[in-house]
């Protein structure tokens, strides 16, 4: 019984994980940016749709259906305005150091991060504010199984929208296109292919689905502050890093791994030591799991090994 | 202004080696025109700069009388100018069919909302996309492997795949740098083919070719570079016959057949000796 409650604890924040390692593992894939930046889509995601729905809702102590499609639309148009913060990030910071030494970009990123944390600090302030139960927290029975439907809620919309991201770059001339960059940059460019508005799309949806990732973790955990997307950030690039950064899969395989070892190390680690390793280990287990696998699959588990004669190798036309 | 490309006064410095100067050179349409040279002659170089990979030191580059210098290299496409690499390089983990759907230049970003959102839409521009590539990949008889990725095709039909990717934007400049390297001669001579067929009234095509056999047996105009300047142009008779070219490439004259087993054999790298007191035209 126990067993399956933690599974499914597991999944509902593998599943956030995922969706935050997606933004990470596209842009990675296009431009070899680690954009640091992107944990505070996540954080800025919360913090919009909390805007936004306390806007609809008001002081109403019941809500009409009207409102409930209100906090669906703030939660839709909170996201999609993560996107366009996204894309202006990308507009203004990284193209103008694209083509300079790795470095730069990443520096640029790191910044970004520190400037949107501040801004928020600055403006709400740094206290930790109560999040609204969207979901609400009644149990569902599964088969004797009571799940909460925030859980269903978290798990059900991510792997939909990871399907239909799948499907997008799959299938989609702009997917097409989106991979073709992420194969070889510069030979997209030189045939011909217009690399600025596949790398803008990336960045929209990946905003996008890191602001959805904020907006579910903040209502699971009833809480958001600005600070929020450091730790979390760091374990979707985590995820990312793990599933094999750059593939759209693995980000997802990453984020769901990460989230059933962090959350069986979590329930295990006190039994099996006696009480002597408590439940705050388990970040200790995520990462040390991570550095086992970068070990002995540098390439994490789904992706591409580097520098072996790929096409991105090879330096002349 | 009839369809032309034009090279004005074009130079390329790399440091303070100059890889091009000086050049003016004219691709007429309807024909093949060779480009010809010994190694490091700027014969590359002169397709980078034409297809935007880097700027240019000096002088400028007209399609139909547009200046089209310094362009980036996705303006340049859609304006037209197309070209294959002198190092192979394909997606290696699309297929054939995506190879081609991501050259088409139509307005399609308006599109991307309805392909999205709208599953009946995207499934009809699919299938149309597709019949467009087949269409395309079939010219090189692609088209029964279409659903393969690039990293499983034998060499040969990897050079012809790069070619159909070059057409596929419908160009009006197509630049083919070796297409024939590291075929075998049936290959070559089946290249030849369809090179030979894709002539057509408003298409110029630029061969740049170490093969002199093939560059002889194509081409209807042959520009001949010799250190980043231009040494000789002709037809391929006059080519054949012209004593500075010769010089340039052996030192000695009445030497075509050791000109051609050496220039085919690209790894032997021929030492050429460089014509002293060559003329320039």
Not at chain 2, 252 to 257: I, T, W
Request: glycine share 12%; hydrophobic share 50%.
């Amino acid at each position: 019984m126990e067993l399956i409650q933690q599974t499914v604890n597991a999944l509902s924040i593998g599943a956030i994980y995922a969706l935050i390692a997606l933004g990470y593992t596209m842009v990675y894939g296009v431009l070899k940016l680690l954009n640091f930046a992107h944990g505070e889509m996540f954080m800025l995601g919360a913090f919009f749709s909390y805007w936004l729905i306390a806007q609809v809702v008001g002081s109403s102590e019941t809500l009409s259906f009207l409102q409930f499609v209100g906090i669906g639309l703030s939660i839709l148009f909170s996201c999609l305005l993560v996107g366009l913060v996204a894309m202006l990030l990308e507009r203004i910071v990284y193209r103008p150091l694209r083509g300079k030494p790795r470095l730069s970009p990443l520096l640029g990123a790191l910044g970004m991060s520190i400037v949107l944390q501040n801004v928020v600090q600055i403006s709400v302030g740094p206290g930790i504010f109560a999040y609204p139960t969207l979901f609400g927290s009644t149990r569902i029975e599964i088969g004797g199984i009571g799940i909460n439907r925030t859980a269903i809620v978290i798990i059900g919309l991510s792997v939909a929208l990871m399907a239909a991201l799948q499907v997008f770059l799959q299938r989609s001339r702009t997917g097409v296109r989106i991979r073709a960059l992420a194969e070889d940059h510069e030979i997209a460019r030189l045939i011909g292919i217009e690399i600025n508005k596949p790398i803008a799309a990336i960045f929209f949806i990946g905003g996008a689905l890191g602001a959805l990732g904020g907006v579910l973790y903040a209502a699971n955990y009833g809480v958001m502050q600005f600070s929020m997307g450091t730790i979390v950030g760091l374990k979707a690039f985590t995820a990312a890093v793990l599933g094999g950064i750059g593939s759209v899969p693995g980000a997802v395989l990453g984020g769901f791994l990460l989230g059933l070892l962090e959350t069986f190390a979590a329930g295990l680690l006190p039994k099996l030591t006696g009480g002597l390793i408590g439940t705050e280990y388990r970040d200790v287990v995520a990462f040390a799991v991570l550095i086992v696998v970068l070990i002995f699959r540098p390439s994490g588990l789904l992706g591409r090994p580097e520098g072996t004669g790929e096409a991105s190798d090879k330096k002349d036309f | 202004m009839a369809l032309v490309l034009q090279f004005r006064n074009v130079s390329k410095k790399f440091g303070a080696l100059a890889a091009i100067s000086d050049l003016n050179v004219d691709f007429k349409p309807g024909i093949i025109t060779s480009v010809i040279g010994p190694n490091g002659a700027g014969k590359s170089t002169a397709i980078n700069l034409a297809g935007g990979a880097y700027p240019l030191s000096g002088g400028a580059i007209f399609l139909d009388g547009r200046d089209i210098t310094g362009l980036p290299p996705y303006k340049l496409a859609q304006s037209g100018v197309s070209r294959t690499f002198q190092n192979l390089r394909l997606f290696e983990d699309m297929t054939l069919i995506e190879h081609i759907e991501v050259c088409e230049l139509t307005r399609t970003f308006r599109q991307v909302p309805l392909e999205v959102f709208w599953p009946p839409a995207a499934r009809r521009m699919a299938v149309e996309r597709e019949k467009r590539a087949m269409a395309v990949l079939d010219k090189f008889d692609l088209a029964g492997i279409g659903h393969v990725r690039a990293r499983d095709l034998p060499y040969g039909h990897r050079k012809l795949l790069e070619i159909a990717r070059a057409i596929a934007v419908r160009p009006r400049v197509l630049f083919l740098d070796e297409p024939a390297a590291g075929l075998n001669f049936k290959e070559t001579r089946a290249l030849g083919e369809r090179l030979l067929a894709l002539r057509s009234p408003d298409l110029i095509i630029v061969l740049i070719e170490h093969d002199m056999d093939m560059v002889m047996r194509l081409s209807d105009e042959i520009y001949v570079l010799h250190q980043g300047r231009l040494l000789a142009h002709g037809t391929p008779d006059q080519i054949k016959g012209n004593t500075d070219v010769q010089t340039a490439y052996l030192g000695s004259p009445n030497d075509h057949q050791a000109l051609q087993a050496a220039a085919r054999t690209r790894e032997s790298r021929v030492r050429i000796r460089t014509g002293e007191g060559v003329t320039w035209h």
